[in-house]
């Protein structure tokens, strides 16, 4: 079955960097769209970005656009975030997902078919 594992969250303080990953399993990682969503406590799951299965087209939240960057690496199927000049409005569980129906952006959740458990980002002030 598909297995989505996120890593590489933790404690920052303001202004730091994380680099989250996110190793796919049990399926075709490549031909998949993927996307890295984020939900804080009593707040919505929000989009923060997303990537297409090749790599070639990505799209990012305003509230990150210029600080965070999402990539992938096909050949070790995984899907990275680099977060950088963090700020403490990015505390959040952070999820990776995938969708196995589209290879081009996807901006809306219910067409991710698989999600990880999380990993945890804390940014101090």
């Known amino acids: 079955q598909v297995q989505l594992v996120e890593s590489g969250g933790g404690l920052v303080q303001a202004g730091g960097s994380l680099r989250l990953s996110c190793v796919a399993s049990g399926s075709i990682f490549s031909i998949n769209a993927m996307g890295w969503y984020r939900q804080a406590p009593g707040k919505e799951r929000e989009l923060v970005a997303a990537?297409?299965?090749?790599?070639?087209?990505?799209y990012y939240a305003d509230s990150v656009k210029g600080r965070f960057t999402i990539s992938r690496d096909n050949a070790k199927n995984t899907l990275y975030l680099q977060m950088n000049s963090l700020k403490p409005e990015d505390t959040a569980m952070y999820y990776c997902?995938?969708?196995?129906?589209?290879?081009?952006?996807?901006?809306?959740?219910?067409?991710?078919?698989?999600w990880g458990q999380g990993t945890q980002v804390t940014v101090s002030s």
């Open positions: 997902a995938e969708s196995l129906r589209n290879t081009m952006v996807i901006r809306t959740a219910l067409l991710y078919d698989y």
């Open positions: 990537i297409s299965s090749s790599g070639g087209s990505t």
